[in-house]
């Protein structure tokens, strides 16, 4: 199994960016697709974004509220994926988390991905 953990969040004024990071380590995480959601407060958790297992070759992808200000990109060196927050707004407030799931293809869905970091929290004040 493979262990998360982000690092990265924090509180940034409207319009701000920040680079969320998500760290693994234990099996190879070159064999893992790896995605971001989010969760605000009394909401659900979201999907994000996604990175296919080598990253390249337009292996990304977004949920539509995201295109254009969200970049993932991952270093399977370093076995890290990162999330670079452009262009944020308030209601981006939430929880972000990392998830991966060992297979070829991304989903949307929470419980397709069975290994969690515990989160970092980002804030944007308007």
């Known amino acids: 199994q493979v262990q998360l953990v982000e690092s990265g969040g924090g509180l940034v004024q409207a319009g701000g960016s920040l680079r969320l990071s998500c760290a693994a380590s234990?099996?190879?995480?070159?064999?893992?697709?790896v995605a971001w959601f989010r969760q605000a407060p009394g909401k659900e958790r979201e999907f994000v974004a996604s990175i296919s297992r080598s990253g390249g070759g337009g292996g990304t992808y977004y949920t539509d509220s995201v295109k254009g200000r969200f970049t993932i990109s991952r270093d399977n060196a370093e076995n890290t994926v990162y999330l670079q927050l452009n262009n944020l707004k308030p209601e981006e407030t939430a929880v972000y988390y990392c998830?991966?799931?060992?297979?070829?293809?991304?989903?949307?869905?929470?419980?397709?991905?069975?290994?969690w970091g515990p989160g970092t929290q980002v804030t944007v004040s308007s």
């Open positions: 998830a991966a799931r060992e297979a070829f293809y991304y989903t949307l869905y929470v419980t397709d991905y069975p290994y």
């Open positions: 234990g099996r190879t995480f070159a064999n893992y697709v």
